[in-house]
C-alpha cells in the first residue's frame, strides 16, 4: 500500500535523522534475535538425527524411550549418556561408560555403529536461561564455554541476557501501546467536551493518582502469585494518565480553532472531528512524552525485579541481573552485562523515539 505524500515526508524526516535511523535497524535486529531465541540459546539440539529420523528438539517433546532410554520423561540432552544413544544409535553400553563407547564408535570399534549413527546441531549458545551448569564455582568468569559467565546459580547470563531482552521488550511494547492509547483518548475526551465533563475527570485523575501502586501491586502478588500478564495488567492501571495531561491541553488548545467550528458547523460527529482533525495536530505533543514512556517501562519492570516484587523467579528477567550483581561485587562482569544492557536498550529506544517526534512535526526539516 502506497504511503500518502504526508507519511512520505514524515519518512525522509525520519530517515534524515541518522542517528534514530540505525538505531531503528540496530533495535530490530537485537528485537529479532531474541526473538529467535530457542534458536541461538538453548539446551537442547535444533535438529537431531537418529537412526535416519530427523527430530527437533526445540519445537516438540520426545521422551528418552524415543533414542532408546528407559524413561517417558523428555530427554536431557546435555546428558553424555543420552548424547551416546543418539550417536551411537540406542547401544545399552552407553549407560556404563558414555564416552567410552562414542570413542570406540568413532574408531568404528563398535559392531553396527557406523550404520546407526546420529548426530545433533546445537545453537551456538548450547544453554538456556534456566539451564545450570555444575562445573566448578559459582560465579564464574567469562570463558569459552560462557562468554558472559555464569551467575551465582551457574546460570549462563548471556543466555539470560538474550531472553530477558526479549521479555523486556514485549512487556515495555504491550504497556506503553496499552496505556497510551487509554490516555490518548481520555485526554481527548477531556479535552474536547471541557466543562463539567473534564472536572468530573480531572478529579478522579487526581484521586487514581495518589493510590501508591507499589503497595497495590504487592498486595495482588501476595493474594494472586507473581505472572507476567497480571503485572503488565497492573502497569497499564497505574501507567495510562501519563499522557492525559498533555492530551487534554492540546484538545482544550485547539477545539476552538476555525477549523474545528467550521466541521461543526457542516454537521461532523464530535468523534470525527477529535480523532480525524485534531488528533493528528495534537500528536507532536504526545510523541514528545513516549520516550520517557518507554523508559520508564523498561526501568520500572527492572526495578521490581530488584526489589523481588516483578516478574516470577522461574522467568529471566534483568533486573535480577542487576540485583545480583550487586550482591556479587567480586564478580563484576554481572554488573556490566546488567548496565551496558540496559544503557544500549534505552539509548536505542529513545532515538528511536525522538526521530519519530520530529519526523511528526511539521516545524522540523531535515537534509
Known amino acids: 500500500m502506497a504511503l500518502s505524500p504526508l507519511n512520505q515526508r514524515r519518512w525522509r524526516n525520519f530517515k534524515a535523522n541518522r542517528r534514530a535511523f540505525w538505531s531503528l535497524w540496530i533495535f530490530l535486529a537485537l528485537f529479532a534475535l531474541s526473538l529467535a531465541a530457542e534458536l541461538v540459546a538453548n539446551d537442547k539440539p535444533i535438529l537431531v538425527s537418529y537412526r535416519g529420523d530427523l527430530y527437533m528438539p526445540v519445537f516438540r517433546f520426545y521422551p528418552e524411550t524415543t533414542f532408546g532410554g528407559d524413561f517417558k520423561t523428555e530427554a ?27 570413542a570406540d564408535a568413532a574408531d568404528g570399534e563398535v559392531a553396527g555403529a557406523a550404520v546407526e549413527a546420529g548426530w545433533m546441531v546445537w545453537p551456538p549458545i548450547p544453554y538456556s536461561y534456566s539451564t545450570v551448569n555444575n562445573v566448578g564455582t559459582a560465579p564464574s568468569a567469562p570463558d569459552r564455554d560462557h562468554w558472559l559467565g555464569t551467575d551465582d546459580t551457574a546460570r549462563d547470563v548471556l543466555a539470560r541476557i538474550i531472553y530477558g531482552f526479549r521479555l523486556s521488550i514485549l512487556f515495555t511494547l504491550i504497556v506503553t501501546s496499552v496505556s497510551s492509547l487509554i490516555g490518548i483518548a481520555a485526554g481527548a475526551v477531556q479535552g474536547y467536551f471541557g466543562g463539567r465533563v473534564d472536572l468530573i475527570f480531572q478529579r478522579l485523575l487526581e484521586i487514581w493518582g495518589s493510590t501508591p501502586g507499589l503497595y497495590v501491586i504487592i498486595i495482588l502478588f501476595a493474594i494472586l502469585g507473581r505472572s507476567f500478564w497480571l503485572l503488565v495488567f497492573v502497569t497499564i492501571l497505574f501507567g495510562w494518565p501519563a499522557l492525559v495531561g498533555v492530551v487534554r491541553a492540546e484538545f482544550l488548545r485547539a477545539r476552538n480553532f476555525e477549523y474545528v467550528r467550521a466541521a461543526r458547523a457542516l454537521g461532523v460527529s464530535d468523534r470525527v472531528i477529535m480523532f480525524r482533525h485534531i488528533l493528528p495536530n495534537a500528536m507532536v505533543a504526545t510523541l514528545t512524552f513516549l520516550p520517557f514512556i518507554v523508559a520508564g517501562a523498561v526501568g520500572g519492570l527492572a526495578a521490581l525485579d530488584y526489589l523481588g516484587f516483578g ?57
Not at 87 to 97: F, H, I, K, S
Not at 339 to 354: G, H, K, N
Open 76 to 102: 536431557i540432552y546435555r546428558d553424555p549418556a543420552v548424547q551416546c544413544l543418539i550417536r551411537t544409535g540406542g547401544l545399552e553400553a552407553c549407560w556404563d561408560d558414555p564416552e567410552g563407547v562414542m
Open 311 to 367: 516478574l516470577p523467579s522461574n522467568l529471566p528477567s534483568l533486573g535480577e541481573l542487576a540485583l545480583q550483581g550487586k550482591s556479587n561485587l567480586q564478580a563484576p562482569w554481572l554488573g556490566f552485562s546488567a548496565f551496558f544492557t540496559f544503557a544500549i536498550m534505552l539509548s536505542l529506544l529513545v532515538f528511536i523515539f525522538e526521530g519519530v517526534r520530529d519526523a511528526f512535526d511539521p516545524r522540523k526539516t531535515f537534509r
